[in-house]
């Protein structure tokens, strides 16, 4: 008879992958029907962990399109270029501070890209946007915009990045001048933009509306229609949010210019690029000084701080054991579904390369 186990905690088994998935299995064996049904919500949370720890994430693609002009791998996508078109691969990679972590993230790729189509076919009436097809979960297809370099960052909220400026002493972040008797969190007069340098390489730079037109990064005319665009998306994803019982507290909007026309570009209202709280308790959690609840890449962030990390030279990321990465997968998907408010579909993780190169070659 094979060894029976004895299940201390679901944690234990997160952390050990395929060995316990195989140890799931003992258990299910030898576990009564009574015990089984007593639990069923554990073991079934069991076998999702394990499930995600046995499949492999997409850490990069390697393709070569006969038809291809080009290629740029950034943090997160990898992005294909085919004359006026590209092919965008929203792959597992994870990044944090301007920096990409060391272990890729099952499904986070398919989960980012389908928010960001979700948002930009809401937002189609505001300001055109560049994709046109989703040919694959995890691909984007659309025009090739040039950029403009600076990311339009608004903010409703005292929170992230701002708080930390403020906390520090700072009340003028970006030429935007902020009241004193602020607290963490709290909402802002009305919103803001802060822009930041859009870096290839290294960390953004915060930088201000002036010193973006002084230095000829963007005229002044075009940066009066990003900046009245920025706004009016920001207004309809709070409206959106709302009917979520969410709080958009802040996000970031990246825009491209062709044939003299602007458009909205790269992904909109994402756990990736923006910062959700729980509308539901949050004046009560604001009053008493908790920390709010949080539906972003934040945990992933204050999870590196609390680890010593924060991007800068000599520091180190902490190790991603199997049960930290689980857990992320988990997360994304709570993101997904509560942002978009519909259920999940992981796509099938079997020759999914094979598919996603396929998908591109036959759409272009």
Partial sequence: MSRIYVVKSPLFLMSNGLKYAK???NI????SPAKIYKNRFYLKKIYTFAKI?????????????PKSTGFYKGKVRDVYYFGDKLAVVATDRISAFDVVLPRAIPYKGQILNQIAAHFLQSMS???????EALPHPNVSIGKKC?????EMVVRGYLAGHAW?????????????TLPEGLSENAPLPYPIITPTTKAYEGHDQDISE????????VSKEDYAILKKYALALFEKGTQMAKERDLILVDTKYEFGKLDGQIYLIDEVHTPDSSRYFHATGYEERLAKGEAQHQLSKEFVREWLIAGGFQGKDGQQVPAMNDEKVASITHRYIELYEQITGKKFEKNGYENRLAAIETSINTYL
Wanted: net charge negative.
């Fill in 53 to 65: 720890l046995t499949m492999d994430s997409i850490k990069e693609t390697n393709f070569h399109f």
């Fill in 23 to 25: 140890m799931l299995c």
């Fill in 28 to 31: 299910i064996t030898y576990f």
């Fill in 125 to 131: 009436a505001i300001v055109p946007h560049w994709l």
């Fill in 146 to 150: 040039e950029p403009f370099a600076v």
């Fill in 164 to 176: 930390r400026e403020y906390k520090a002493g700072k009340r003028v972040v970006c030429g935007e």
């Fill in 210 to 217: 002036q010193e973006i037109v002084n230095q000829g990064i």
